[in-house]
Structures are given as structure tokens and as C-alpha cells.
T-cell receptor, first 116, second 115 residues
Framework: KAGVTQTPRYLIKTRGQQVTLSCSPISGHRSVSWYQQTPGQGLQFLFE???????NKGNFPGRFSGRQFSNSRSEMNVSTLELGDSALYLC???????????????FGPGTRLTVT | SQQGEEDPQALSIQEGENATMNCSYKTSINNLQWYRQNSGRGLVHLIL?????REKHSGRLRVTLDTSKKSSSLLITASRAADTASYFC???????????????FGKGITLSVRP
């Protein structure tokens, strides 16, 4: 099976711009989660989508949003970029089946976003 | 906020030695997972231990979980230079009403294995 793919891998944006990142999960996986990784705050959960619905949400401002398509691919959008949004953005996919026991998540290589 | 706190923050050992990394957490959990990250790349899942398990093995990895102390340890035996990476513990403390994808990560341990 192909792994989780994220595009683009690197991105440079200017303050005030907006950005859209894409994640394609492993085939058959219906849950996609997004995480932000920075040296100061470490890995922080942004949100999770399952069957096109946001199921979990972290403590990030409304500038961070996401969506999931019927083929389980997911996008996250950050509007009005700030310098502090510079980070590695990771997505993870899992089966996400309701009622299942805890399961592992498979991470993509990440998108490195630099805001100048 | 961080749920898991790993220690030490950095560990440097000689190839062939064992590496022990510890993780403490604050709230009740469903499971605890360990991940590896090589130099700013994606995370690789290493092992998952459920809250009702005390020890688990996978190849050269051994994980223990003590829920009474809210702590876990990851032991890598006979370390190799290729084990050089950052290691994270992550806890899943979500509801039982559905699959829980919200992992809370510690800040990580940087392991250097000298050849």
C-alpha cells in the first residue's frame, strides 16, 4: 500500500497570505488528523476528519480550518498567516472506525511552511 | 498542553549499548504509543501499549507501562547508528464512544548513537 502523501513538501509564504496544504491518506483509511510541529510547542493536534466531518478539534484559532473530501483526501487551510505559523505540518491517517479499539496512526512526511 | 513528558531530553550512547527513555503523563489513558522521527521528517509508529497491558515487545524494542505511576519506558536494545532520531511518546485519552485520533505528544527525546 502507498503511504500517506502530503503536498507540497515545502512552502514559503508572506505574512497575511493564506495557504492550503493537502494530504492523501492510505487507501481505505477514513480518518485524517492534522498536527503542527514547532520547536517551541512540539507536536500539537489541530483537528481530525472522518467521513468528511470534523470529529475532533484542538485549541487553535479559527484561522486554521480543514475539510475532507469523499475520497478521504483532506486539506487544511491557514488564513492571514503569522510568523508563528511557521512549522512542520503533519497529517496522519488511520482506519478511524467508530467503536474500534485504539489504533495507530500513519504519518506523512509533512509540509514545511515558512512564513516571512 | 503537553500530556507526555519524556526524559531525558537528550541521550548519547555508543553503538551496541541499550537506550532507555521514559515518559510520564498526567491523565488516564486508553493507550500509549511511541514514535520515532528522523531529522524533521514524518513520524514512524514504533509500538502501542494499551492501558491494560504492562509490557510489550517488538524486535529490539521493549515498552513498559505503569498506569499507577502514569509512566512508560521504551528500551532499545543493542542500539545501532540508524537508531539516531527523536523519540516521542503519545497518549490517547479520548472517549470510548468512537475511534480516538487525538494524540497528545511529549516534547521528545533526542537519541544519538555513536558508531
Amino acid at each position: 500500500k502507498a503511504g500517506v502523501t502530503q503536498t507540497p513538501r515545502y512552502l514559503i509564504k508572506t505574512r497575511g497570505q493564506q495557504v492550503t496544504l493537502s494530504c492523501s491518506p492510505i487507501s481505505g483509511h477514513r480518518s485524517v488528523s492534522w498536527y503542527q510541529q514547532t520547536p517551541g510547542q512540539g507536536l500539537q493536534f489541530l483537528f481530525e476528519y472522518f467521513s468528511e466531518t470534523q470529529r475532533n478539534k484542538g485549541n487553535f484559532p479559527g484561522r486554521f480550518s480543514g475539510r475532507q473530501f469523499s475520497n478521504s483526501r483532506s486539506e487544511m487551510n491557514v488564513s492571514t498567516l503569522e510568523l508563528g505559523d511557521s512549522a512542520l505540518y503533519l497529517c496522519a491517517s488511520s482506519s478511524g472506525l467508530a467503536g474500534s479499539p485504539s489504533y495507530e496512526q500513519y504519518f506523512g512526511p509533512g509540509t514545511r511552511l515558512t512564513v516571512t | 498542553s503537553q500530556q507526555g513528558e519524556e526524559d531525558p531530553q537528550a541521550l548519547s550512547i555508543q553503538e551496541g549499548e541499550n537506550a532507555t527513555m521514559n515518559c510520564s503523563y498526567k491523565t488516564s489513558i486508553n493507550n500509549l504509543q511511541w514514535y520515532r522521527q528522523n531529522s524533521g521528517r514524518g513520524l514512524v509508529h514504533l509500538i502501542l501499549i494499551r492501558s491494560n497491558e504492562r509490557e510489550k515487545h517488538s524486535g529490539r524494542l521493549r515498552v513498559t507501562l505503569d498506569t499507577s505511576k502514569k509512566s512508560s519506558s521504551l528500551l532499545i536494545t543493542a542500539s545501532r547508528a540508524a537508531d539516531t532520531a527523536s523519540y516521542f511518546c503519545a497518549t490517547d485519552a479520548g472517549r470510548h464512544t468512537g475511534a480516538n485520533s487525538k494524540l497528545t505528544f511529549g516534547k521528545g527525546i533526542t537519541l544519538s548513537v555513536r558508531p
